[in-house]
């Protein structure tokens, strides 16, 4: 930002000496020449005229082991200013740990389902995490009043077929994939017209445990006499 009332002549510097925890992908701006070195360096000759702001976007990669918290300072620099006491900006956030983040989503397959009938679910784990997970991975469905004799499969999942329905998985799950479990149950005669499914997933060192349940609601229609 140009804050006088004169343009800023000569050669204006920009330099970012960037912290542990962050490397230089790439400092572009219109009108300035950068250097990825540490510190990124980034020049321009072309005047910036008063009261007026010139934009640098300073992409960078973070590392596995980076901190919790990082602070980054920038300066910059022009001969023909008049004060040089406010040259300075930094920014401090926070960096969420590395580490696998599983969620599950529950989704009944078919427009209808009636008492006396069947239904699917497919449960659809994902990764959405940094890692892949390094432990078993387990989800369990407990089947409401109305649906019994559940059935489960899934690639490289082992399902057994009590109550609850527990299907466990040893091989990693990385970072962005998903597998999918099908789950089958029979609709009792006397089912509720209404049905709530809840499934959860869990896994050792995820980051948020906070959405590892996938719920789904469907109508049941009651079948007539005849």
Known sequence: NNISANPAFGTTTVQDALPTGLTVISATGTDWNCTLAQPVSCTRTTAIAANTSSVIT??????????????????????????????SGSATFNIAPAAPDL???????????????????????????????TGTITVQDTLPTGLATPSASGANWNCGSGQPVSCTRALALAAGASSVITLGANIAANAPTAISNTAEVQTQGESNTGNNTGTSIVGVTATAPD
């Open 103 to 133: 969620t599950i989503s529950k989704a009944a397959q078919g427009a209808s389902f009636v008492q006396g009938g069947t239904i699917t679910y497919l449960l659809t784990v994902s990764n959405i995490g940094s890692l892949p997970t």
């Open 58 to 87: 300073l992409a960078t990669s973070i590392a596995l082991n980076a901190p919790g918290s990082v602070s980054n300072t920038a300066t910059v620099q022009n001969a023909t200013e008049s004060s040089s006491a406010n040259n």
